[in-house]
C-alpha cells in the first residue's frame, strides 16, 4: 500500500515538474502559474519526506 502511495506522489510530482518547464518554456510564461504549480510540487516533496 505505502508503496503505491509513493509511487503515486513521485508521479505527480514529475507530472508538476514538465508543467513548469512547459511553461517555462513558453514566449511569455504565466509567473502566477509556474508559482502555483512550484507550491504543488513543495507539498508533494514534503509529503514524501515524512513517509
Not at 6 to 11: D, F, I, T
Not at 21 to 37: G, S
Request: hydrophobic share 35%.
Amino acid at each position: 500500500m505505502e508503496t503505491s502511495h509513493v509511487s503515486a506522489l513521485q508521479l505527480k510530482h514529475a507530472g508538476l515538474e514538465r508543467q513548469i518547464q512547459d511553461e517555462l518554456n513558453r514566449p511569455m510564461p504565466d509567473l502566477a502559474t509556474i508559482q502555483q504549480l512550484k507550491r504543488r510540487k513543495l507539498r508533494i516533496k514534503e509529503e514524501l519526506a515524512h513517509i
